[in-house]
């Protein structure tokens, strides 16, 4: 017997044609007397049949998956969005194909074509470079398979996207701890290639202008997304015993990192230097110091995220939307006065 029973293993069986079974399972009872649907439908389960989706989805045009491929899944964030966003998705009839690209933009690229051979209806994405895969995300698109971009976005409005003001809160963040008295304010950068890496930093140079704070090189650190990069990072500037009141991260994992340098180093949080950052999620709240942290309203994002796409399954001809959404800075005792 093969690895996948089929109708013709049911027709063999039963000692009818394949056509009759075919017309059974697929639920005609107008042309398959309905003793013989029973006997076709019970004969199924007993070998174990199970539906050819693929052949499905070939004769509809229509496979009912959506692809989620996100860059990593070390923090809690990707994984909320993807509860939320699959549960907005199966009551529409979706069910969910799920990829991580490690940080990686072949595998994300590999990732894109595994999924357009499961004849996805539409893909969900958060990038690992703005711009490396900008080629396949043209190609797809122009195969008629709509792409969202969400958190972590590209700068072309050819698709849309679901983003948070990072310059904005960023700025806020950074501009709250200059009121609170900060001056030598260290920032772990993200990746250059990330285009909220760069939108962070710009709020962080520009909240130090508008209180004429000269933007000083050495406090701005190289880039880092994990805890073992922020620990890293951390331990090489504090090596260099160069003076500073705060640090402002990219990302939590990377601050919990250097916070925990810090800590061993002998230095109080935040009576030594305060700390907070960008993207903070419940990790912030599981350490000693809780971090502030601007919070992404992940719930929200995964909802204008599945609205898009599957208005652009609907109607490959809607214009590309671009949605910014407003983050929230959740004070906590890193920066407490």
């Known amino acids: 017997m093969s690895k996948y029973i089929t109708i013709k293993d049911i027709a063999n069986e039963l000692g009818i044609s394949k056509s009759t079974v075919s017309r059974a399972l697929s639920g005609d009872a107008s042309n398959v007397k309905a003793e013989t649907m029973k006997l076709i ?13 693929l052949a499905v989805s070939l004769r509809r045009q229509s496979s009912h998956n959506i692809a989620i491929i996100i860059p990593e899944i070390v ?40 999924m357009e051979k499961c004849m996805v209806d539409g893909i969900l994405i958060s990038v690992c470079d703005k711009e490396k895969n900008i080629d396949v995300y043209r190609r797809v698109i122009g195969r008629g398979i709509p792409m969202v971009f969400f958190d972590r976005t590209l700068e072309w409005g050819d ?33 250059a290639h990330i285009r909220n890496g760069y939108e962070r930093l710009r709020g962080y140079r520009d909240a130090l202008e508008k209180f004429h704070i000269a933007y000083d090189k050495t406090l701005v650190l190289p880039p880092a997304l994990s805890a073992d990069e922020g620990s890293d990072v951390m331990s090489a500037f504090l090596d260099r015993n160069i003076p500073f009141d705060a640090v402002f991260g990219f990302t939590e994992t990377a601050l919990i990192g250097a916070k925990n340098i810090m800590q061993k180093r ?9 700390i ?13 110091p809780t971090i502030t942290a601007v919070e992404q309203p992940i719930e929200q994002m995964a909802a204008e995220a599945c609205r898009l796409l599957i208005a652009h399954v609907a109607d490959s001809a809607k214009c590309a939307e671009d949605i910014v959404l407003r983050g929230e800075i959740i004070d906590r005792e890193s920066t407490a006065v």
């Not at 439908?41 to 989706?53: L, S, V």
């Not at 809690?76 to 940080?103: C, D, P, W």
């Not at 002998?266 to 305060?274: E, K, N």
């Open 41 to 53: 439908a019970e004969t199924a389960r007993r070998m174990g049949y199970q539906r050819n989706e």
């Open 75 to 114: 923090t809690t964030f990707y994984m909320t969005f993807i509860g939320h966003a699959q549960t907005i998705l199966r009551k529409h009839g979706y069910n969910v194909l799920i990829a991580t690209s490690n940080e990686n933009a072949e595998q994300e690229r590999l990732n894109i074509e595994m």
């Open 159 to 191: 698709a849309s996207q679901v983003r948070l003001d990072d310059y904005i809160m960023s700025f806020f963040m950074v501009e709250q701890l200059i009121r609170s008295g900060c001056k030598r304010i260290v920032h772990i950068a993200g990746p």
């Open 266 to 274: 002998g230095l109080r949080i935040p009576a030594d230097a305060r």
């Open 276 to 288: 907070c950052c960008m993207s903070g999620t419940a990790l912030c709240t599981l350490v000693f």
